[in-house]
């Protein structure tokens, strides 16, 4: 059966890509999302009135 | 099986140790770097004054630094396990005393004392230690930048987390919360304990003569002397930009668009720089990491302020950021070997750690004596010339150890 047979290593290095780009995507994704909430009115209020947040 | 195979010391596998690394810096480093967002709240309800609440961080920050070589000691001789438990249980305390503490004492000792001790259990020293013993060479300066650049989202995402916490719960049941999510390191920590025959591979050599040797070592030197640059810049740009920018008459906005910049840019920057560390010389890559920095401080100093230019600057800097942590563990493992690495990383960051305590206090004292941060600003420029040259000169290659005559 050709279900049986390994995936041709073209076919594997496809995947492989595939795989490490929906990783980036995933990554991108969640630091827009952080981004976009660090630009929310309030967190600008909280940053401008603390004085050591960074240290 | 191959001899290889059979006789190589058991190790644990690379994404277990990254993955469980890469989780307990998120929350050791998130948790800690939104504290200033408790500052107006706690110092409103408890009636005290701003200086109460930064002399417990200070404390903070301090014993981080001066327990760090000792937590790092302990994970080296009995396992980084052991210290992040002990370390995840002192964090828990240290943010529910601090949300129980009404006197200045006793907010010093939980979120200055407590917490300190806890970060320098379950921060970077500790887990570098792991993946230099458990992740192979060929691939230890990239893992090192997975972690560091998970410290740094750790770092990005908790301060919207916790200020969304505060909004939505309040400030005490906010610290409830971060307290039960950093018990969440216990069992992340299982995943990195170590084989027993892993921990000290190779033949073993004392405390005592480790830190001789460290210490003795010219390049060890040099590199503790950039890294405490690193942290002279890093935390007197990220305390006093903002005040730098309502000075110049920004709107608060910007100010907050600038350390969002920093933050993300923050997360590309540390995994370059690990990265890179597997192909090029990663004394090469701290040296254009200062370098940069230099003249990225200049071209901000002495050009005309603008939202733009300052969002330059900020993706700019924030690449460079905490770039700097992947190489210097890595030359320190490299150097040294991995048996006493979380104890000599802790050497390197205690350094650090006086360098951001002096970025900040100078910053504010030079403020308040001239009226403006430009001295502070060029101590940058002439610190980053310094770690240069000091850089430099970093030899890479393994110490040569005499060995043990035979009987």
Known sequence: MGTDLPPSPSRAAAAGHMRRLALWALAATALGLVFAAWLQPDMAFALATRAWSCF | ?407
Request: aromatic fraction near 12%.
């Open chain 2, 1 to 407: 099986m191959s001899a290889t195979a059979l006789h190589a010391a058991p190790r644990l596998s690379m994404t277990q140790v990254l993955v469980c690394g890469a989780l307990i810096v998120t929350l050791s480093m998130g948790i800690r770097h939104g504290f200033g967002l408790w500052l107006q709240p706690i110092t409103m309800d408890r009636g005290w004054s701003r200086e109460t609440f930064a002399f417990a961080i200070a404390i903070q920050n301090l014993a981080w630094g001066l327990a760090g070589p000792f937590a790092g000691m302990l994970a080296d001789k009995y396992g980084a396990m052991r210290v992040l438990m002990v370390g995840s249980v002192l964090y828990a305390a240290g943010l529910v005393l601090m949300a129980l503490a009404t006197s200045g004492l006793a907010f010093t000792g939980s979120a200055g004392l407590l917490l300190g001790l806890a970060q320098s259990g379950t921060t970077y020293a500790v887990i570098y230690g792991v993946i230099a013993r458990q992740v192979d060479p060929a691939k230890r300066s990239w893992a090192m930048g997975v972690a560091a650049a998970a410290g740094s989202f750790g770092q990005f995402l908790m301060v919207p987390v916790e200020n969304w916490l505060i909004g939505g719960f309040g400030w005490q049941n906010a610290l409830f919360v971060l307290g039960c999510l950093s018990l969440a390191i216990i069992p992340l920590a299982f995943g990195l304990r170590e084989p027993p025959a892993a921990v000290t591979p190779g033949p073993k050599q004392s405390v005592g003569a480790a830190l001789k040797e460290a210490f003795g070592y010219n390049s060890f030197r040099l590199l503790t002397l950039g890294y405490f640059v690193c942290g002279f810049q890093v935390v007197f740009i990220g305390v006093h930009l903002p005040s730098y920018l309502r000075d110049q008459g920004l709107s608060p906005n910007v100010a907050t668009t600038a350390l969002a910049l920093i933050g993300l840019f923050n997360v590309f920057g540390t995994y370059a720089a690990g990265s890179l560390g597997q192909r090029l010389a990663k004394r090469h890559i701290l040296v254009t990491i200062y370098a940069l920095r230099a003249v990225a401080i200049t071209i901000f100093v002495l050009s005309p302020l603008t939202p733009l230019g300052v969002y330059i600057f900020a993706s700019v800097m924030g690449v460079l950021w905490l770039s700097t942590v992947p190489p210097t563990n890595a030359i320190v493992a490299q150097i040294f070997g991995v048996q006493y690495m979380s104890m000599l990383s802790g050497f390197v960051f205690l350094s650090h750690q006086i360098g951001s305590f002096l970025g900040v206090w100078m910053g504010g004292l030079l403020f308040d004596a001239t009226g403006s941060y430009d001295i502070v600003w060029w101590i940058s420029v002439a610190l980053s010339a310094i770690a240069v040259a000091a850089n430099l000169p970093v030899r890479e290659t393994p110490i040569v150890r005499a060995l043990p005559q035979a009987a």
